[in-house]
């Protein structure tokens, strides 16, 4: 069951503006680190035989490039006059034949047709369609302000009385939407009305407001850091808001009124156009109930767990469970996403007992204990931001927000404070005991500072407790990781049934604003049909075919397409283990690696018994050179947190040395150290070393890829909220081969935000990104020059798909014309999100695969719930092992080589069954998952760096904006004899 929340009330003031004072009709209203059920599985283009103005690099002999109740998509379709088989009108065929010119407004290519191949399956997903009405509804501003009052019963000593009228915006969306909740309940403007809002700026009414504008009023809520806001001392701290409403007018008609009716007539096909604007309004609409009872985070609702439901994870965090709900545009109507979902809060409790399972320990531990600089740095980035409240001054629990956690302890940290009229030096413990008559228990622990350098104020952890509520946007460890997808993984059939719960306990129509608003969601979700594509055909050595079942393969008995040669190889040991387990261990990889068909001679042994004490560039170079070594296998320790990255940073940046690491229980422990263990290794190895594992059967590849084709693949690491390494790092990888297994790569760092402070998404470096993709791939085929390219794009959200279509595509075809003027391939731009909500679920289950019964790999969905314009798709390529299955939503930005729908989504799904890690297909295309790996490995690059420096990461000019010191860019420049290594699998 969705607990339900109670609202407390405040006072609304005379309004300031020539409205009168009147009280109206109470408004009734319902209202990483978000973490997802998790789900385990893991026409021809124009070129120019001219060489003028040529600047591709001279060509090498190196490689030959290789030529019932419920909503189905039929009755839905009936309803608007259609069929599931489209009958198609001539202006709908020559849109067809004159792709190029068919684009949506914002530039995009519209749907070729439906897709034909694979099996016919029918298919449950988590999408409710949704009626509304026709007309308008009115767009208003909202500017909300503080001001901090001074009732005359306050005391004049506790007051800022510099601030007394010092007026600020309030940030809070929770206290925003508290202030026009009651300015709405009595405000007599509204009386009447219907009216939602965003708890940022955005106010939609259903009818036209009848004031003199703008409106200015003035609201008063109880002081959220009083104790008991409703109780008898809640009118001595109040907190007074100045509201100020006033009427968005649009360009183009010069009125505040959003017409619904744009959205009837794009599913009506008198508009091409989508009214972002439309869609905004009636999401905000269905949001505002929801947003006031529960608590909101991104599309997500949340609400605390009860007794029965607590699921702690270690770190002083909590499981808190909700749903998801969002608007999206599916073929024939709109529809309301839902779906569960699971977030990380902090659990309410002292800061004593926070800091001690931080350190692993226990509080009694903390008085006996000095902590270190490195116990206060693991704290404060935990700590840093949380709101606290102090439990030493009886009922009013006044609230801050932590600073830092300081060095320094309560006896020794001293500062000045007033007494008498003189000022006085006194530490902190020493004021406690005087001022509040207490002797810390705790004074060998460091203090909190809870303002900034400029108002510093100081607390003893032992008298601050963390506040509940508090979403936890810090990235989770690895248990705490496991305990997350223990608790929340659910099979199709469970997590629908929570869906179908939530829907009809939510019961959306019978929310008095929605119904106000003249929307009606439907009780029963979408149902449709999918198709599953025929897997392809794999070939390994000697032309040996294996076909997957269930997204799988087996690769016994069978070998390497192309086996790696590996003449002289390392074996070092920072563990502390025999050379017993090393040999045996070496055997078995040697043996495995053979019978695979890698050239492998025996190992070099190396042992470094202590890796705290040695210079690992240097003990790495100083072997390289020895041996004249080519690979180092590398046992690493598991107490030695920061070793894998010292290793990662001096091989691929600096000494330019493939490297594998093991950890060191899978060498010593015999049932660990098993041959299927020790083959997965092998898997990486000979990518690493220049062989191929398997490739795509020559048969099974489309002839539009027949031709000189590169493949690239595209992603941005962005440095998680509590990292101080604040760059992104983006990461490009180019196919060098007709069969699209092996890959170069090109990183770049690059600012996490613009000038104006805004989160930046845009690859900006992405000309030379793939300038340098391109010289390596003609380099590479001996002088071929890509007569297509198809790039897949990861990270980015709807929101950007104009802006990543502008900036990104234009970069790819900046980077074409400087290789050669006339230079211009066909270029296929398609993103690809996995973090979405939409899910399906076989309707049969006998339909479904494995014990989770998910959809089967080669699931494909490109009606129903797809875009009413866009060229769009969902593909689930992988076979879910746990929780339910998440398809992979795929956009077509740009298509100049005019694929097909079975052409792409065929094309799509091979590129999912030649990653080199594993024998399945998986999740997403292998460059997507290439380009995520290599940002990933700059990112442990930079972050191993800045280890070893004491310098900061990124430095600021004068205004603010960050620019990257050249220490970032040497930290991840890998070395050029690993370029096209494929070091990052």
């Known amino acids: 069951m969705l607990p339900r929340r109670g609202r407390g009330r405040g006072t609304v003031l005379p309004p300031s503006s020539g409205v009168g004072r009147g009280r109206g009709r109470g408004q009734s209203s319902s209202r990483r680190q978000q973490f997802e059920d998790p789900e385990v599985g893991a026409g021809q283009p124009q070129t120019s035989q001219s060489h003028s103005q040529r600047t591709w690099p001279q060509r090498p002999p190196i490689e030959e490039h290789e030529t019932s109740a419920q909503h189905t998509y039929h009755e839905v379709a009936k309803t608007r006059g259609k069929t599931s088989e489209r009958n198609v009108n001539p202006e709908e065929l020559g849109l067809q034949f004159k792709r190029k010119v068919a684009v949506s407004p914002a530039g995009l290519p519209t749907r070729p047709g439906e897709g034909t191949l694979g099996k016919r399956i029918r298919l449950l997903s988590n999408c409710f369609p949704i009626k509304f009405p026709s007309g308008n509804v009115y767009h208003y501003d909202v500017s909300i302000v503080q001001k901090r009052r001074n009732p005359e019963n306050e005391d004049e000593n506790t007051t800022n009385r510099a601030a007394r009228d010092h007026k600020y915006r309030c940030l809070s969306t929770k206290q925003n939407r508290h202030v026009v909740e009651l300015m709405l309940s009595t405000n007599p403007i509204f009386d009447g009305s219907y009216a939602a809002y965003d708890g940022k700026k955005n106010l939609y009414t259903r009818d036209l407001l009848r004031a003199h504008f703008p409106v200015k009023c003035e609201v008063v809520l109880p002081d959220e850091d009083a104790e008991n806001p409703g109780g008898p001392q809640a009118n001595l701290r109040q907190t007074a808001f100045e509201v100020e409403i006033k009427p968005v007018n649009k360009t183009e008609t010069n009125s505040c009124a959003v017409s619904l009716d744009s959205l009837h007539s794009l599913y009506e096909k008198r508009a091409h156009s989508v009214p972002q604007e439309t869609i905004m309004a009636l999401e905000t609409i269905l949001r505002h109930g929801p947003c006031l009872r529960f608590t909101p985070i991104g599309r997500s609702f949340f609400f605390p767990p009860g007794p029965q439901d ?33 977030t990380t809060f902090y659990q309410k409790r002292p800061v004593l007992e926070f800091m001690a399972e931080c350190l692993n320990k226990t509080v009694g531990d903390l008085r006996r204990r000095v902590l270190s600089n490195i116990d206060i740095r693991v704290i404060n980035n935990k700590l840093k931001n949380l709101r606290i409240e102090v439990n030493h001054l009886g009922t009013y629990r006044r609230k801050y927000r932590i600073f830092k956690l300081l060095k320094d302890n309560a006896h020794r940290l001293k500062f000045d404070m007033e007494d008498n009229g003189r000022t006085v030096t006194t530490t ?61 993984s659910a099979p199709p059939k469970e997590r629908f049934a929570k869906i179908r719960g939530i829907a009809t306990q939510e019961d959306m129509n019978s929310d008095r604003l929605v119904r106000g608003f003249g929307m009606e969601v439907s009780r029963v979700p979408l149902s449709l049909e999918g198709r599953v594509l025929d897997s392809p055909s794999l070939v390994y050595k000697d032309d040996a075919r294996v076909t997957p079942k269930d997204g799988s393969w087996n690769m016994r008995q069978r070998k390497f397409l192309r086996g790696a040669h590996i003449e002289s190889w390392v074996l070092l040991s920072f563990a502390n283990i025999s050379r017993r387990d090393l040999q045996r261990f070496s055997e078995l990889l040697v043996t495995t690696g053979r019978d695979m068909d890698i050239s492998i001679n025996d190992p070099q042994f190396v042992d470094i018994i202590d890796p705290t004490r040695c210079d690992v560039r240097r003990e790495l170079s100083e072997m390289k050179t020895k041996y004249n070594a080519t690979l180092a296998v590398i046992v690493v320790p598991a107490s030695e947190k920061l070793l894998y990255g010292k290793i990662k940073k001096a091989a691929e940046t600096t000494v330019g040395l493939v490297t594998q690491c093991i950890k060191e229980g899978n060498v010593v422990n015999p049932k660990k150290c098993t041959p299927q263990l020790v083959g997965n290794l092998c898997l990486k190895i000979n990518s690493k070393m220049g062989g191929e594992n398997h490739s795509l059967f020559r048969g099974e590849i489309l002839p539009i890829m027949c031709k000189p084709v590169i493949v690239i693949g595209a992603d941005v690491n962005h440095p998680g909220p509590s990292r101080g390494i604040k760059p992104s790092l983006a990461a490009c990888v180019g196919s060098l081969d007709s069969r699209f297994s092996r890959y170069a790569v090109s990183i770049r760092a690059q600012q996490n935000v613009d000038e104006n402070r805004k989160s930046l998404e845009i690859i900006v470096d992405l000309k030379a990104m793939v300038l340098e993709l391109m010289k390596t791939f003609y380099q590479h085929t001996r002088g071929k020059k890509p007569e297509k390219i198809i790039f897949f794009r990861d990270g980015v959200s709807e929101g950007q798909f104009e802006q990543v279509r502008n900036r990104e595509v234009s970069a790819v075809r900046s980077a074409c014309r400087t290789l050669q003027k006339d230079y211009e391939p066909g270029i296929t731009f398609l993103v690809v999100q996995k973090r979405h909500h939409v899910r399906f679920m076989p309707e049969n289950p006998r339909e479904g695969v494995g014990a989770m019964q998910n959809v089967p790999p080669g699931t494909t969905v490109d009606t129903a719930v797809t875009h009413p314009v866009n060229f769009d798709y969902y593909l689930c390529s992988h076979y879910g092992l746990k929780g339910t299955s998440r398809p992979s939503h795929y956009t077509v930005l740009e298509d100049d080589n005019e694929f097909g729908a079975d052409e792409i989504q065929k094309l799509t799904y091979q590129l999912c069954h030649t990653y080199a890690r594993c024998t399945r297909s998986i999740s997403l295309p292998v460059p997507v998952a290439y380009a995520d790996l290599a940002a990933s490995r700059a990112r442990v690059h930079l972050e191993s760096a800045m280890e070893e420096s004491t310098s900061s990461s990124d430095t600021s000019d004068g205004d603010g904006a960050q620019i990257l010191p050249e220490s970032v860019i040497d930290a991840i420049r890998v070395d050029p004899l690993l370029i096209k290594s494929m070091y990052f699998v």
Request: aromatic residues 10%; proline residues 6%; positive net charge.
């Open 428 to 488: 902190v413990a020493t004021y406690f005991r005087e001022r509040y008559r207490r002797n810390l228990d705790f004074p060998n622990l460091p203090c909190l500072q809870v303002h900034p350098e400029n108002k510093k104020r100081y607390l003893p952890v032992e008298v601050c407790d963390i506040l509940a509520g508090q979403h936890c946007k810090k990235n989770l460890d690895a248990r705490q990781k496991a305990e997350m997808i223990k608790f929340t």
């Open 310 to 342: 607590l699921h702690p994870l270690g770190g002083g965090l909590e499981i808190w469970f909700g749903f998801h709900q969002s608007i999206r545009l599916g073929q024939w109507d709109p529809v309301v996403n839902i779906d569960t979902s699971a």
